[in-house]
T-cell receptor, first 114, second 106 residues
Framework: DGGITQSPKYLFRKEGQNVTLSCEQN?????MYWYRQDPGQGLRLIYY???????QKGDIAEGYSVSREKKESFPLTVTSAQKNPTAFYLC?????????????FGSGTQLSVL | GQQLNQSPQSMFIQEGEDVSMNCTSS?????WLWYKQEPGEGPVLLIA?????ELTSNGRLTAQFGITRKDSFLNISASIPSDVGIYFC??????FGKGTSLLVTP
């Protein structure tokens, strides 16, 4: 089955620790995205990638980093510089980045700080 | 990205009632998309609109692309408990509304 997979479902971070969230898709999509969701805040774009080896900052990129070495994979690292990392993180993909492109979402990762 | 203005923020209704929510923007867009998110999951696409004035249905859901291309509406008829979730409008991957949280009581 084609789809987009996020792991782990739940993740805990200690103070000062970097953690990496995984996102894999087998839809052959060029574009991938990371969103952060806080209660009542909707979806806020962290980073997006239109093609392999290329990515752009979204609205709230500070304290996060990404890589896009393979078309299928777009991991997100939450660094120690992100002082309020507790949130629900969603990864998505689309055929390409542009108007009208339908997004396919993963089932999310809930990150909490210990 | 620009946040779209979505309202109402939340709705608490009884089963069988009809629901209406809308999304507006100060900018013109050529596409409007409506997603539903159930608790603890990622959003799923419900309806996509590509033409101003377009009215599209998906079962009990009906969405319209405003003539001005600055707004869109989503209606749910005869709501049922499984309609519970957060409904998001989006113009593209970079522009999302903050969502309408829908609760339905039996």
């Amino acid at each position: 089955d084609g789809g987009i997979t996020q792991s782990p479902k739940y993740l805990f971070r200690k103070e000062g620790q970097n953690v990496t969230l995984s996102c894999e898709q087998n839809l052959n999509h060029d574009a991938m995205y990371w969103y952060r969701q806080d209660p009542g805040q909707g979806l806020r774009l962290i980073y997006y990638s239109q093609i392999v080896n290329d990515f752009q900052k979204g609205d709230i990129a500070e304290g996060y980093s990404v890589s896009r070495e393979k078309k299928e994979s777009f991991p997100l690292t939450v660094t120690s510089a992100q002082k309020n990392p507790t949130a629900f993180y969603l990864c998505a993909s689309s055929r390409r980045q542009g108007a009208g492109e339908k997004l396919f979402f993963g089932s999310g990762t809930q990150l909490s700080v210990l | 990205g620009q946040q779209l203005n979505q309202s109402p923020q939340s709705m608490f209704i009884q089963e069988g009632e009809d629901v209406s929510m809308n999304c507006t923007s100060s900018s013109i867009f050529n596409t409007w998309l409506w997603y539903k998110q159930e608790p603890g999951e990622g959003p799923v696409l419900l309806i996509a609109l590509y033409k101003a004035g377009e009215l599209t249905s998906n079962g009990r859901l009906t969405a319209q692309f405003g003539i001005t291309r600055k707004d869109s509406f989503l209606n749910i008829s005869a709501s049922i408990p499984s309609d519970v979730g957060i409904y998001f409008c989006a113009a593209n991957a970079l522009n999302f509304g903050k969502g309408t949280s829908l609760l339905v009581t039996p």
